[in-house]
C-alpha cells in the first residue's frame, strides 16, 4: 500500500491563526463580491447586498471622513472608492474575527475539517469566476474586435487600457487560448483529485491577467489579486510535496484526498447532487448566456443601419464647401458606424467624437446628438447612391457607394458626401497568420 500524507492531529499556533483570518476573509469577500459569475443570480444578490449598498457610503462619510461621497454606480470598474472601502471592512472584520476567535478557540487542537470545506468553498468560486471569464472570452465579448475610431485612432493617444483591449480585441484565436485556459482552470478545480493541478494552472492564468491589470491600469485589480491569493490559498496544503518533487528532487508522498463526509448518509447524498446540479448549471446556463449575448452585442449582432466607414469628400456648410485643412475645427474627415445607435466623426485635426446616432430606414431620417448634451438634437436626412459630386457640384455616377448626410448641425445647415470604404482595408487585419516569413512584417 502506497503511504499518503496524514492530516495532522495538532496544528502550530501560527497555522491556526492564519487558517482563522482566511477563513473570515474569504467567506466575507465571497459574500459581498458574488461578481455575478452564476448566471441569472444578479437579481438575488442585489437583495441581499442593498444593505451593503446603503452602509458603505455612510461608513466612508461618517467614520472614514472621505472628502467625496460614493456613489454606487455601474462604471465598468472594480477598483472603485466603494470596493476598496468594502475591502477595508473585509479586511478589519476578518482581523477583529480572528482575534476573538484565537481567544474562544485557543484549546482547539486542528481544524481539518473546516479547512477542507473552505478549500471546497474557495475551489468553487475560483472555478466559477474563471469560467464565467473564460466563456466571455471563448465567445470574445469582454474584448471585441476593434472598432473603426479604434483602428484610426493615433496608437499615442490610447489609454493604458485601451491598448490592452485593442491587442487582446485583435486576435479571435488568442481569445480562445485564453478563454480556454480559464475555462480548464474551472473544471480542474471542480474535483478533488484535479484540485492542485487546478490551482497551479490558475495561478499562471490569474497571474497573467492581475499583471494587465496593474500594467495596463484596468480597474479589476482588486478580484484578480483576490483570486492569485485564492489560487495560493489551494495550493498550501500541498506546499511540501510540491518543493519536494520541483526543488529538491526527493519523494512526494501521494495526497490525501479523503473527503470529510457527514454521518447521514442523505447528506452525504444531498450534497454530490448539489454538486453536479452546480457544475452543470454553471457550464450550461454560462454557455447559454454568453451565447445569447453575442447574438446581442457580440459579433453575430445584427448590423446597424448604414454600418460602414465613411471618407468625407464634400462637406457643404452654411452652403459654402470647406476644404479639407487640417487646420479647419469644423469640417469632418471621417464618419463611422460600428455599433446600434452610435456614430463617430473623425475631425481634420483627428480627434474623434462620438455620437447618439439613431436612424429611421422607412424615413431615410436621422436624430444625432452628442452625448455630453442629450437636450440638443440634430435632425438629418440620409440616402444612399453611386454618384458623387465633384469639385464643380456636378453629379458623376461612380461604382463606390456614397452615403449623403443633409440637415441641422449644431448651428448651421450641412451637406456631406461621404464615399463608404472598404472596412478590411487596414494593413492589421489584411495581414493574418503566416508559418513561413523571409523577414519580419514589423510596421
Same mark, same amino acid.
Given at each position: 500500500m502506497i503511504a499518503v500524507t496524514t492530516e495532522p492531529a495538532h496544528w502550530p499556533t501560527y497555522k491556526k491563526i492564519l487558517f482563522r483570518f482566511c477563513a473570515l476573509f474569504f467567506v466575507l469577500y465571497i459574500v459581498a463580491n458574488p461578481n455575478g459569475?452564476?448566471?441569472?443570480?444578479?437579481?438575488?444578490?442585489? &437583495?441581499? #447586498?442593498?444593505?451593503?449598498?446603503?452602509?458603505?457610503?455612510?461608513?466612508?462619510?461618517?467614520? #472614514?471622513?472621505?472628502?467625496?461621497? &460614493?456613489? &454606487?454606480?455601474?462604471?465598468? @470598474?472594480?477598483?472603485?472608492?466603494?470596493?476598496?472601502?468594502?475591502?477595508?471592512?473585509?479586511?478589519?472584520? $476578518?482581523?477583529?474575527?480572528?482575534?476573538?476567535?484565537?481567544?474562544?478557540? !485557543?484549546?482547539?487542537?486542528?481544524?481539518?475539517?473546516?479547512?477542507?470545506?473552505?478549500?471546497?468553498?474557495?475551489?468553487?468560486?475560483?472555478?466559477?469566476?474563471?469560467?464565467?471569464?473564460?466563456?466571455?472570452?471563448?465567445?470574445?465579448?469582454?474584448?471585441?474586435?476593434?472598432?473603426?475610431?479604434?483602428?484610426?485612432?493615433?496608437?499615442?493617444?490610447?489609454?493604458?487600457?485601451?491598448? $490592452?483591449?485593442?491587442?487582446?480585441?485583435? @486576435?479571435?484565436?488568442?481569445?480562445?487560448?485564453?478563454?480556454? $485556459?480559464?475555462?480548464?482552470?474551472?473544471?480542474?478545480?471542480?474535483? !478533488?483529485?484535479?484540485?492542485?493541478?487546478?490551482?497551479?494552472?490558475?495561478?499562471?492564468? $490569474?497571474a497573467n491577467i492581475m499583471a494587465i491589470n496593474y500594467f495596463f491600469d484596468v480597474p479589476v485589480k482588486l478580484l484578480s489579486t483576490t483570486l492569485v491569493v485564492m489560487?495560493?490559498?489551494?495550493?498550501?496544503?500541498?506546499?511540501?510535496?510540491? &518543493?519536494?518533487?520541483?526543488?529538491?528532487?526527493?519523494?512526494?508522498?501521494?495526497?490525501?484526498?479523503?473527503?470529510?463526509?457527514?454521518?447521514?448518509?442523505?447528506?452525504?447524498?444531498?450534497?454530490?447532487?448539489?454538486?453536479?446540479?452546480?457544475?452543470?448549471?454553471?457550464?450550461?446556463?454560462?454557455?447559454?448566456?454568453?451565447?445569447?449575448?453575442?447574438?446581442?452585442?457580440?459579433?453575430?449582432?445584427?448590423?446597424?443601419?448604414?454600418?460602414?466607414?465613411?471618407?468625407?469628400?464634400?462637406?457643404?456648410?452654411?452652403?459654402?464647401?470647406?476644404?479639407?485643412l487640417t487646420t479647419d475645427t469644423i469640417r469632418w474627415r471621417r464618419f463611422m458606424i460600428s455599433k446600434p445607435g452610435m456614430a463617430q466623426v473623425e475631425m481634420m485635426s483627428d480627434s474623434i467624437i462620438s455620437y447618439s446616432f439613431k436612424p429611421d430606414i422607412k424615413k431615410q431620417t436621422a436624430v444625432a446628438y452628442n452625448l455630453a448634451d442629450t437636450a440638443q438634437k440634430f435632425p438629418l436626412n440620409y440616402r444612399l447612391t453611386k454618384a458623387r459630386l465633384d469639385k464643380s457640384k456636378s453629379l458623376k455616377t461612380d461604382t463606390s457607394t456614397y452615403l449623403i448626410l443633409k440637415g441641422r448641425w449644431k448651428q448651421d445647415s450641412i451637406e456631406v458626401w461621404m464615399k463608404r470604404l472598404d472596412p478590411t482595408g487596414f494593413p492589421l487585419l489584411q495581414r493574418g497568420f503566416h508559418f513561413v516569413n523571409e523577414s519580419a512584417y514589423n510596421k
Open positions: 459569475v452564476l448566471p441569472f443570480t444578479g437579481y438575488l444578490q442585489d &437583495i441581499y #447586498l442593498k444593505p451593503l449598498y446603503d452602509f458603505v457610503p455612510w461608513f466612508a462619510a461618517h467614520i #472614514l471622513h472621505l472628502d467625496k461621497p &460614493i456613489v &454606487i454606480t455601474i462604471t465598468g @470598474s472594480g477598483d472603485t472608492r466603494y470596493d476598496y472601502v468594502m475591502m477595508l471592512l473585509i479586511f478589519t472584520t $476578518a482581523v477583529v474575527g480572528t482575534a476573538i476567535w484565537s481567544i474562544t478557540g !485557543r484549546n482547539t487542537a486542528n481544524y481539518n475539517k473546516l479547512f477542507y470545506w473552505l478549500t471546497v468553498v474557495v475551489r468553487y468560486y475560483v472555478a466559477i469566476t474563471m469560467i464565467s471569464y473564460g466563456f466571455y472570452k471563448v465567445i470574445k465579448l469582454q474584448f471585441p474586435a476593434p472598432t473603426f475610431a479604434r483602428l484610426l485612432e493615433p496608437v499615442g493617444k490610447l489609454s493604458p487600457m485601451g491598448l $490592452a483591449w485593442t491587442y487582446m480585441g485583435y @486576435s479571435r484565436g488568442f481569445n480562445y487560448f485564453t478563454g480556454a $485556459a480559464e475555462i480548464l482552470t474551472g473544471i480542474l478545480l471542480f474535483h !478533488r483529485k484535479t484540485g492542485t493541478l487546478g490551482a497551479l494552472v490558475g495561478f499562471v492564468v $490569474a489560487c495560493l490559498f489551494l495550493l498550501f496544503k500541498d506546499s511540501n510535496r510540491l &518543493i519536494n518533487f520541483f526543488f529538491r528532487n526527493k519523494e512526494a508522498l501521494p495526497a490525501n484526498l479523503s473527503p470529510h463526509r457527514f454521518k447521514a448518509r442523505w447528506k452525504n447524498t444531498t450534497l454530490m447532487v448539489i454538486k453536479y446540479v452546480l457544475i452543470v448549471y454553471t457550464l450550461w446556463f454560462g454557455l447559454i448566456d454568453a451565447m445569447a449575448r453575442e447574438k446581442q452585442v457580440g459579433a453575430k449582432a445584427p448590423k446597424p443601419p448604414l454600418y460602414g466607414l465613411y471618407n468625407v469628400d464634400v462637406f457643404i456648410r452654411n452652403n459654402d464647401t470647406l476644404k479639407p
